[in-house]
């Protein structure tokens, strides 16, 4: 029996939580293309075809909802304007990321704290504080929210409530600096990623080791879990990134190919691909099924420090020592536009979640927004006096949260937004 159904608009999908007899389930309907002219009463039926969950009575709720999550994948949003700056921390900022809902932010610091934010206001709510060293990285369990995780230079990793900041566990174990963090998609486990080399999976709940993958013989550079599954991707600065099973904490495939370090690996939002970039100039695709590299990315003449999947899976982006950043076709390999306008760097790139623009931050102490049809610059965010760290959107896409050495967190919300199709109210 269906109880809820709720819009999921990046990635785009339905969302119902139905009764199974007595117990409550959640199903997730993925809705990969949705036109302007999409022929919404016909996707409706189809849906309910194929869930018999859907009742008769549900058919104008289903339409509703298809019809909020097509329009949301068109908005431009545009004008983005400086709208608030908070200087969180005493010493120098390393990471900051945004909750599902952008209402709350988070940031890291050398001064061995966490910090947690109202973003509208820019007033502090809790501090996460007992590290002993710096702590480098910092992370939701999106999409609920309700925890934290921090990654130190003290060798450990902690778990906390995200309101109060009580820590619920330390987790020991890593024999030198944790430098990544991610909660999987139940909250149920956190992987951790050292310059030890290994990486380990732990039980939230508990805070117990469950795994120490120990294959890769160099630092870790990223790690996180597929969505949605059991798959582990780490990249290493052996040259390697590596899928595990988080089930058994045995390595699946190691990803082969690049001939430096890699800055990163990381799955697509349906997680059927993986994209690694390298400080030798290349990133590949690589099909997470066959574990075999797709395309091989070259056009850059400096190591690539940055990529990342489009939300809908169409493009991939690429940020490098070069000073540009490029934008790939993610089912040919083929370079679709090269954002050449930067002055040093380009660190950070990101997607909108409508896809429709590329955020890049870069060493030169701006962001630049790029249109991906046309791959022209169409703003530049000023403000920091010194290099960006990160550069994000929040969920909906109409903010941006920027982090500097020059340890300030700067706010962007836009000022205008527009539907990029005209045609997309023709067809209900």
Not at 254 to 271: I, P, Q, W, Y
Request: aromatic residues 8%.
């Amino acid at each position: 029996m269906m109880q809820k159904l709720h819009a999921r608009f990046y990635p785009p999908g339905i969302v119902i939580e139905y009764l199974d007899g007595d117990v409550e389930q959640m199903r997730e309907i993925e809705l990969p293309e949705l036109s302007p002219v999409l022929d919404i009463p016909s996707l409706a039926l189809k849906i309910m075809d194929a869930n018999p969950e859907f009742l008769p009575r549900h058919e104008m709720n289903l339409r509703s909802a298809i019809k909020q999550v097509r329009d949301a994948q068109y908005i431009e949003y545009n004008d983005f304007h400086e709208h608030k700056l908070v200087k969180p921390h005493v010493m120098p900022m390393i990471s900051c990321c945004f909750n599902k809902n952008g209402d709350l932010f988070l940031t890291s610091s050398y001064d061995r704290t966490a910090k947690l934010y109202d973003t509208e206001s820019g007033r502090p709510i809790s501090t996460f504080s007992g590290h002993t060293n710096a702590v480098y990285s910092c992370c939701f369990n999106l999409p609920v929210g309700s925890l934290v995780g921090t990654a130190s230079f003290d060798r450990t990793a902690r778990i906390w409530d995200v309101m109060n900041a009580q820590c619920f566990h330390i987790l020991t174990g890593h024999t030198k600096e944790v430098v990544t963090i991610k909660f999987d998609s139940t909250s149920r486990y956190i992987v951790t990623g050292s310059i030890d080399s290994t990486c380990r999976v732990w039980d939230t709940e508990t805070g117990s080791c469950l795994h120490t993958l120990d294959e890769h013989t160099g630092s870790i550079a990223t790690v996180e879990f597929q969505p949605k599954s059991d798959l582990i991707v780490s990249s290493s600065y052996d040259q390697t990134g590596r899928l595990w099973d988080r089930r058994t904490g045995d390595c699946v495939a190691t990803l082969r190919g690049h001939r430096e370090d890699l800055s990163g690996a990381f799955f697509s939002s349906d997680g059927r691909q993986i994209v690694t970039s390298s400080l030798d100039g290349t990133a590949r695709v690589w099909d997470v099924r066959q574990t075999i590299a797709l395309h091989v990315l070259r056009g850059h003449t400096g190591g690539i420090v940055s990529s990342c999947f489009s939300v809908n899976g169409k493009y991939v982006a690429t940020g490098s020592a070069d000073k540009t950043a490029k934008i790939w076709c993610t089912d040919s390999g083929e370079i679709i536009h090269s954002c050449e306008g930067h002055k040093e760097e380009v660190n950070k790139v990101s997607f909108s979640p409508q896809s429709n623009r590329l955020l890049t931050a870069s060493d030169d102490c701006t962001c630049s927004l790029w249109d991906v049809d046309t791959g022209t610059r169409v703003e530049i965010l000023r403000g920091h006096t010194d290099l960006i760290l990160n550069a994000e959107y929040n969920y909906n896409g109409d903010q941006i949260m920027t982090s500097s050495k020059d340890n300030t967190i700067r706010q962007w919300k836009a000022t205008s937004s527009r539907q990029r199709n005209a045609r997309i109210l023709q067809v209900e």
